[in-house]
């Protein structure tokens, strides 16, 4: 038996609360319980100097390949 499980049978004798074990070893985290920020990646389509479109996916690859498709149908170059 570990220590920690010794020490938690200990104060609940004296009448002591304590966390839970699942709190304790770290797997179960109180703070880790809401959604999950999800990556987005942004690709600019210049026109010149100026930004003339923003593509924003969470799909890099796909990005990619749509922004390099706005280019050839902005620029002409098909």
Do not use: C, H, K
């Given at each position: 038996m570990s220590a920690l499980r010794r020490r938690a049978r200990r104060l609940r004798r004296r009448g002591t609360g304590v966390a839970p074990l699942a709190g304790v070893d770290g797997s179960s985290?109180?703070?880790?319980?809401?959604?999950?920020?999800?990556?987005?990646?942004?690709?600019?389509?210049?026109?010149?100097?100026?930004?003339?479109?923003v593509?924003?996916?969470?799909?890099?690859?796909?990005?990619?390949?749509q922004s390099a498709l706005a280019r050839v149908r902005i620029e002409g170059q098909n």
């Open positions: 985290d109180p703070t880790n319980d809401g959604p999950q920020q999800e990556i987005i990646y942004r690709f600019a389509v210049n026109r010149g100097m100026a930004v003339a479109l593509i924003e996916t969470p799909d890099w690859y796909s990005g990619l390949l």
